[in-house]
């Protein structure tokens, strides 16, 4: 069965017998497959977030109406964290309305 980076599982048979770019060339398209597999599961759940909230808001108000749940500054907050480095987890920037931490 082949996968998405365009060979199967055999490609990691006899790792032995590969030169060191092939072995390279195997390495980084799994890396690229894996960034894309990331950034689509991030997507993914932003979207499932993002419907939750708006059920639970429904369910908690009693309304079956559609109505905004998610404010702009929301919605800007998540196209910051989907859009950012796929290497690093994405900075949270901090609530306007403070923090309850006690020190």
């Known amino acids: 069965m082949q996968d998405p980076a365009g060979f ?3 490609a990691l ?3 032995s017998e590969k030169s060191n770019d092939e072995l390279r ?3 980084d398209q799994l890396s690229a497959e894996e960034d894309e597999l990331s950034y689509r599961r991030r997507v993914l759940h932003g979207r499932i977030d993002i419907l939750r909230a708006e059920l639970v808001h429904r369910i908690a108000d009693g309304r079956r109406e559609p109505h905004d749940v998610i404010s702009g500054t929301d919605l ?3 196209i ?3 859009a950012s480095d796929l290497r690093a987890p994405a900075p949270i920037p901090p609530d306007d309305a403070g923090s309850d931490d006690e020190e």
């Open 76 to 78: 800007d907050r998540l």
């Open 13 to 15: 048979l006899n790792l």
């Open 80 to 82: 910051s964290i989907l």
């Open 25 to 27: 060339t195997l390495l």
């Open 8 to 10: 199967g599982d055999e």
